[in-house]
């Protein structure tokens, strides 16, 4: 588990975090929602430790951030992972090679133990036909996968990501959402996703958080989302003319289910 306790954060005079305090649970996709502008990327980032808070602490499964020595940080940031917007590969190494890569750097293993957890990993995301194949030869939605390959490379305890789906077609992006949900409750992982795509909320948004305007204005599920009376997050969530339609669909549901009791 991580959690945030009264994170407030300033970037040049002006306050971009509000006393955010959230808890994101072990084996489950946890989401942080908002618009753009909102600070959900700060909050992320220093969540991750990128950035260093003015106020507050950040505790992994109860070791506080800013307590922590040298050696301590490094040991627990290669218990994360980290899934970045643009994939991040490097154009010049393979699918195999950008696997590898953590493993090179990070790992005590021999070269035969890295050859065979990358190759694990990669057919872990389906693409054990592609592992010789450069980034420029491979789909955008490929490219994702090749970047989840290498984030759990070194089986982390905390996998952040940011904007996965980001850039990708409606389909492939469930799939992306699928594999990320699936590796986290098939390896336990306390997953951080920062999104703005609906459809990831919907699909595989077991604990959300929503900030606004550098606050936490709520938090909850997929399930109890459209119930919400957070006036700020409803103009969020129900922006689109679809999504009012399921809200008032489900509304009509659970007055039904009321009158019914």
């Known amino acids: 588990m991580i959690e945030a306790k009264n994170i407030s954060k300033w970037f040049d ?92 750097m990070f790992s005590d293993m021999s070269h035969a133990e890295q050859l065979e957890r990358a190759h694990f990993c990669i057919k872990r995301v389906g693409l054990s036909h592609a592992d010789d194949k450069y980034p420029s030869e491979i789909s955008g939605g490929m490219q994702k996968r090749v970047a989840i390959a290498r984030a759990i490379a070194l089986n982390p305890k905390y996998l952040f990501c940011d904007e996965p789906n980001s850039g990708l077609d409606p389909r492939t992006s469930i799939m992306i959402d699928e594999l990320l949900s699936d590796i986290t409750h098939e390896y336990n992982i306390t997953t951080i996703i920062n999104t703005h795509d609906m459809n990831s909320v919907l699909g595989i948004g077991e604990h959300i958080v929503f900030i606004n305007k550098g606050r936490c204005d709520w938090t909850g599920d997929d399930k109890n989302i459209f119930r919400s009376k957070s006036e700020s997050l409803n103009d969020f969530v129900f922006a689109s003319k679809l999504f009012r339609e399921v809200k008032l669909f489900l509304e009509r549901e659970y007055e039904a289910e009321e009158g019914d009791k």
Do not use: H, W
């Open 13 to 104: 005079g002006q306050r971009i975090l509000y006393d955010v305090s959230a808890k994101f649970d072990t084996g489950k996709t946890n989401l942080i929602i908002g618009q753009s502008g909102s600070g959900k990327t700060v909050f992320m980032k220093c969540l991750v430790g990128l950035l260093t808070p003015e106020e507050g602490e950040i505790l992994y499964d109860g070791r506080r951030f800013r307590d922590l020595d040298n050696n301590q940080k490094r040991e627990l940031r290669s218990e994360i992972g980290m899934l970045f917007q643009g994939s991040a590969l490097f154009d010049t190494e393979t699918v195999l090679g950008n696997v590898m890569f953590p493993l090179k």
